[in-house]
């Protein structure tokens, strides 16, 4: 991913008090720093733990709090009470920090000495009940926050941490992010609509409409030596077919795909947009809908939504920010079409043309085909499969008087036989728990037929991020049964009750 998010790091903040007196302040610092060193070492810890000076007083946790709020680099506080911490000295700092936190329940001496064990040794080690009060003071307070349970070498907690600080990190880049609108959405399309006021208060990010002319006058300034030169590198990077391949038949519609490309990233990089959509119904002065380029862009890090929708493209942005240097990619993608055989239904994910070849399983093939709906010349674009193994569907839906993250944990499987006339690229997959049920929640959850799907990104990954976003989450996964889905949406209703004239 090139487009990569600016410098991340979390902060740990160690809760203490000036009972313990000077000779234990400067031990449980000295912890302290210990942890942050190993916990940024740690592999599945993805950027630096910085250590901050340990606070004993409501003045000291308010300034570390405001500070981490200034710090564009802070992507998040991490919140240890190594020794007793009196929670009310956290109650003006928690409730003006707007930056996410996890509550990091551990203690820095994996084993009681059991032989030698005396009340110092118990008075230096209290997060047991120093984090409990803790604990309760962040769920007086209703603070939305992760709970990482163990001690910091254990690499299940350095797992479930690592995991959070990415979230962190695709939290940041969400704020202040840019998606292009390129036309509007799909006409009379209703699930790709919603607010983009109440999407920039809740998420953070804005969405700038701009006529497909303004593209359009970027691709005719591409000069003909740099289309050239793509044309080179997809030469290189492909499976080009031949009637693509200069002197073919179709070397025109090659090279007007690649002036596609360098137009449309002239546009993204001008502009600072981390996110854009198209749409096949608005593409005057274009003389494709852009298919490779919108593929690669992806495969760049650019979130995408097809058919103006904006929500997709920034759940892509952010997936693919999330999952950055994990392994496996992310992609828009679309339910498109089922195999429901009585041995075990399959869906088939593609789209007409933009999905991301971070998800390919192979070398992709360049090739150009009639796009069937739409009025301009055909589209240039890369065919692909996807390799089986564990990935999701998410969707964020707007329901009027909130956002609804709706997703599906899938397997993906090697496609029952070969598809040598689909001119697409396209994954299957098999459903979590199977497929009546995960199709007849995400029906009735409402989830849309567009998502953002990774192999990187888990229901970890979005179970913290609806934490941080204050929205709701609705997981199908293996232990979904839709009866109870059924009355989680129910109460759900209940749970997410907007204020007066306002919206959750
Ligand atoms: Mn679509």
């Known amino acids: 991913m090139t487009i990569r998010p600016a410098r991340s790091e979390v902060w740990l903040v160690t809760g203490s008090q000036h009972l313990y007196g000077p000779g234990p302040l400067a031990q449980v610092g000295a912890n302290a720093r210990a942890v942050a060193k190993a916990l940024s070492a740690a592999r599945p810890v993805p950027y630096p733990v910085v250590f901050k000076p340990v606070v004993t007083s409501a003045d000291a946790v308010r300034a570390v709090c405001q500070e981490a709020d200034q710090a564009p680099q802070c992507a998040g506080l991490v919140l240890w009470m190594h020794t007793f911490s009196p929670a009310r000295m956290w109650?003006?700092?928690?409730?003006?920090?707007?930056?996410?936190?996890?509550?990091?329940?551990?203690?820095f001496n994996r084993d009681l000495p059991w032989g030698t064990i005396d009340m110092d040794f118990m008075n230096l080690n209290q997060a047991a009940h120093g984090d409990r009060e803790a604990g309760f003071l962040h769920a007086r307070m209703r603070l939305p926050r992760k709970v990482v349970v163990g001690h910091w070498e254990d690499p299940e907690v350095q797992e479930r941490l690592g995991a959070w600080m990415r979230v962190a990190r695709g939290w940041q880049d969400l704020q202040g992010a840019r998606i292009a609108r390129l036309g509007d959405n799909m006409r009379r399309v209703a699930v790709t609509e919603g607010d983009k006021v109440a999407a920039e208060e809740r998420f953070g990010f804005a969405v700038d409409g701009h006529g497909v002319g303004d593209l359009a006058a970027e691709v005719a300034a591409v000069p003909r030596g740099a289309v050239t030169r793509l044309c080179a590198e997809y030469v290189e990077s492909y499976s080009v077919a031949a009637q693509l391949r200069r002197g073919g038949a179709r070397h025109e519609s090659l090279r007007e795909a690649a002036r596609i490309e360098?137009?449309?990233?002239?546009?993204?990089?001008?502009?600072?947009?981390?996110?854009?959509?198209?749409?096949?119904?608005?593409?005057?002065?274009l003389r494709q809908l852009p298919g490779i380029a919108v593929q690669r862009l992806m495969a760049e890090g650019y979130g995408f939504g097809a058919e103006g929708d904006w929500k997709t493209a920034a759940l892509v942005r952010l997936m693919k920010v999330i999952g950055s240097g994990l392994g496996g990619g992310t992609s828009f993608m679309e339910d498109y079409?089922?195999?429901?055989?009585?041995?075990?239904?399959l869906v088939l994910g593609a789209h007409m043309l933009e999905i991301c070849p971070s998800i390919a399983s192979g070398r992709p093939s360049l090739e150009v085909h009639p796009l069937g709906i739409g009025a301009r010349e055909d589209p240039v674009r890369l065919v692909f499969g996807a390799p089986a193994g564990p990935a999701l569907n998410a969707s964020l839906i707007d329901l009027g008087d909130r956002f609804r993250l709706v997703a599906n944990e899938v397997d993906v499987v090697e496609p029952p036989g070969p598809m040598p006339r689909?001119?697409?690229a396209r994954a299957v997959w098999r459903c979590r728990p199977d497929f009546k049920t995960a199709c007849g929640a995400w029906i009735r959850s409402g989830g849309a037929h567009h998502t953002a799907f990774s192999y990187a990104v888990t229901s970890e990954h979005l179970r913290d991020l609806a934490e941080i976003a204050g929205v709701e989450l609705v997981l199908i996964d293996a232990d979904t049964r839709l009866a109870g889905l059924e009355k989680e949406l129910r109460w759900n209703e209940s749970y997410y009750q907007p204020p007066r004239g306002g919206r959750i």
């Open 422 to 424: 689909l001119p697409v």
């Open 337 to 345: 079409t089922y195999h429901l055989h009585p041995s075990g239904s």
């Open 91 to 107: 109650i003006g700092g928690l409730s003006a920090l707007r930056k996410p936190f996890a509550h990091l329940h551990t203690q």
């Open 262 to 285: 360098l137009g449309l990233r002239a546009f993204l990089v001008k502009g600072g947009f981390k996110g854009f959509t198209t749409t096949f119904e608005d593409l005057h002065g």
